[in-house]
Nanobody, 124 residues
Framework: QVQLVESGGGLVQAGGSLRLSCAASGITFSSTTMGWYRQAPGNQRELVAA???????KYADSVQGRFAISKDDAKTILYLQMNSLKPEDTNVYYCNAGLFRYSVDSDYRPGAYWGQGTQVTVYS
């Protein structure tokens, strides 16, 4: 059974940093495109960052230069390093496995597997 277990969320002051982790099991992690999404109440879920099996990365414009997605294939853990956090980054963040796109010019669509979500709150 596929499991995605997230950790690392919390409360931080604006300008601070957090590192989210997603421990994956039940998937061929090294050959799977992984990503982080976020969703605030009343908003659509949006892609924050994605990383392909080959290590290629994609970021939302709003986090470009501040966030970094990475993975450890040996440990099957996905990470999201979040720096220079802003109050507007406050969201529930979700790990997702199996993202896909039909071409390099297309938007990613989420895979079927989701973590439970972890709350990130940024205060000023």
């Amino acid at each position: 059974q596929v499991q995605l277990v997230e950790s690392g969320g919390g409360l931080v002051q604006a300008g601070g940093s957090l590192r989210l982790s997603c421990a994956a099991s039940g998937i061929t992690f090294s050959s799977t495109t992984m990503g982080w999404y976020r969703q605030a109440p009343g908003n659509q879920r949006e892609l924050v960052a994605a990383i392909s099996a080959g290590g290629r990365t994609k970021y939302a414009d709003s986090v470009q230069g501040r966030f970094a997605i990475s993975k450890d294939d040996a440990k099957t853990i996905l990470y999201l390093q979040m720096n220079s956090l802003k109050p507007e980054d406050t969201n529930v963040y979700y790990c997702n496995a199996g993202l896909f796109r039909y071409s390099v010019d297309s938007d990613y669509r989420p895979g079927a597997y989701w973590g439970q979500g972890t709350q990130v709150t940024v205060y000023s």
